[in-house]
T-cell receptor
Framework: DQQVKQNSPSLSVQEGRISILNCDYT??????FLWYKKYPAEGPTFLIS?????DKNEDGRFTVFLNKSAKHLSLHIVPSQPGDSAVYFC??????????????FGSGTQLTVLP | ETGVTQSPTHLIKTRGQQVTLRCSSQ?????VSWYQQALGQGPQFIFQ???????GRGNFPPRFSGLQFPNYSSELNVNALELDDSALYLC??????????????FGPGTRLTVL
């Protein structure tokens, strides 16, 4: 049972345009969401996160939107740059005091930014 | 500030053998989580260690075991290797406990191939 889903395996965008990566989840206990970027032969790099008490968080070119009623979040990258080309993972954490704050990941979306 | 490091980078083993992977956490972090990433999938949670105690475990058999040392570095041990254990093994560190955050920072991973 996939609790975090990234339904688009790949996305191509022109340089300077907006990239929108989507993520859906099913577990209502998730209260913290993160986006990671991964280049080949490297570990995932943290990009941006959002708590379930917010619906938007912005950091430079990256903005994450959370729609709790739809159990959907998205990552917007504006403007997109060729260096943004990587696999993007959505991850979520369920609140559980005193136990592991494990992350549940989606399967990733390969973003390609074309020059 | 030193990031998360893992060793070795690559490893080739044969079925039935045992393997030990190592991880040094980021400076100031007391929690280490291990993940397995199969090709084309997102990372899957194996287990987490907080202050030298196992703090949670994912859906992995007992032949996957771990340790955390007083300096918060960690080992992942896998016994009786199977072909399906071939994957990228990722270590992530974070600051756990009541004052801890939820963001986990990943190392570059160890690529394990089982023949």
């Amino acid at each position: 049972d996939q609790q975090v889903k990234q339904n688009s395996p790949s996305l191509s965008v022109q340089e300077g345009r907006i990239s929108i990566l989507n993520c859906d989840y099913t577990n209502s206990m998730f209260d913290y969401f993160l986006w990671y970027k991964k280049y080949p032969a490297e570990g995932p790099t943290f990009l941006i996160s959002i708590s379930s008490i917010k619906d938007k968080n912005e950091d430079g070119r990256f903005t994450v939107f959370l729609n709790k009623s739809a159990k959907h979040l998205s990552l917007h990258i504006v403007p997109s740059q060729p260096g943004d080309s990587a696999v993007y993972f959505c991850a979520a954490r369920a609140f559980s005091s005193g136990s592991a704050r494990q992350l549940t990941f989606g399967s990733g979306t390969q973003l390609t930014v074309l020059p | 500030e030193t990031g998360v490091t893992q060793s070795p980078t690559h490893l080739i083993k044969t079925r039935g053998q045992q393997v030990t992977l190592r991880c040094s956490s980021q400076s100031g972090h007391n929690t280490v989580s291990w993940y397995q990433q199969a090709l084309g999938q997102g990372p899957q949670f194996i287990f987490q260690y907080y202050r030298e105690e196992e703090n949670g475990r994912g859906n992995f058999p007992p032949r996957f075991s771990g340790l955390q040392f007083p300096n918060y570095s960690s080992e992942l041990n896998v016994n009786a290797l199977e072909l399906d254990d071939s994957a990228l093994y990722l270590c992530a560190s974070s600051l756990g406990g009541q004052a801890g955050g939820d963001t986990q920072y990943f190392g570059p991973g160890t690529r394990l191939t089982v023949l």
